[in-house]
Antibody, heavy 126, light 108 residues
Framework: QVQLVQSGAAVKKPGSSLRVSCKAS????????FSWVRQAPGQGLEWMGGILPLFGRTSYTKNLQGRVRITADESTSTVYLDLNRLRSDDTAVYYC???????????????????WGQGTLVSVSS | EIVLTQSPGTLSLSPGERATLPCRASQSITSSYLAWYQQKPGQAPRLLIYGASTRAIDTPERFSGSESGTDFTLTISRLEPEDSAVYYC?????????FGQGTKVEIK
């Protein structure tokens, strides 16, 4: 049974840093793709980035490049999202997702997410 | 970056009606790598369709996906009250991945 358990809600000051964790259970950790998606209040879904733990490969949305880092710890089956220089518009629910890697002529790539964590509410306010 | 456009923003339909939700991509999507998600208030997204037309496990048969070039469609053949939700398309064929802005389906 797949389960993704995220760390708890956080309140942060502008300019500070955030770390959200996502512990996975069920299946072989490194055989999957993990993503981070966020949702600001009343808004749609925003893909932040993803990681292929098997290859240590990451990809990020251009809007966040330079502020975001995604890492994976295979020993604890945990994926981390780090976001620095927080701003008020980073206030959102952050979701981690897990899904299969795609495989085609390009090799292995990031796919879709078919399992999701419960979400972590992050509020950024002075 | 591939931009996905979902319009209209809201569909208001009655139970038993057919819902057609379009998603237009700004450029071709590699290998039909387009997914659809359903999201209800306070919940995480739920995968419905991947590969443009393959239903995920536990997706009811009334949900179907199709594509024509850069136009993708999610169809709900006969709406049930529990289908009230926001539906997002998502492309994973090129990086960065992107989501459409969502279509809200309201059941009258």
């Amino acid at each position: 049974q797949v389960q993704l358990v995220q760390s708890g809600a956080a309140v942060k000051k502008p300019g500070s840093s955030l770390r959200v964790s996502c512990k996975a259970s069920g299946g072989i950790f490194s055989s999957y793709y993990f993503s981070w998606v966020r949702q600001a209040p009343g808004q749609g879904l925003e893909w932040m980035g993803g990681i292929l733990p098997l290859f240590g490969r990451t990809s990020y949305t251009k809007n966040l490049q330079g502020r975001v880092r995604i890492t994976a710890d295979e020993s604890t089956s945990t994926v981390y999202l780090d976001l620095n220089r927080l701003r008020s518009d980073d206030t959102a629910v952050y979701y981690c997702g897990r899904g299969p890697m795609t495989y085609d002529a390009r090799g292995y790539s990031m796919g879709y997410s078919d399992s999701w964590g419960q979400g972590t509410l992050v509020s950024v306010s002075s | 970056e591939i931009v996905l456009t979902q319009s209209p923003g809201t569909l208001s339909l009655s139970p038993g009606e057919r819902a057609t939700l379009p998603c237009r991509a700004s450029q071709s999507i590699t290998s039909s790598y387009l997914a659809w998600y359903q999201q209800k208030p306070g919940q995480a997204p739920r995968l419905l369709i991947y590969g443009a037309s393959t239903r995920a496990i536990d997706t009811p048969e009334r949900f179907s996906g199709s594509e024509s070039g850069t136009d993708f469609t999610l169809t709900i053949s006969r709406l049930e009250p529990e289908d009230s939700a926001v539906y997002y398309c998502h492309q994973y064929g090129s990086s960065p991945q992107t989501f459409g802005q969502g279509t809200k389906v309201e059941i009258k």
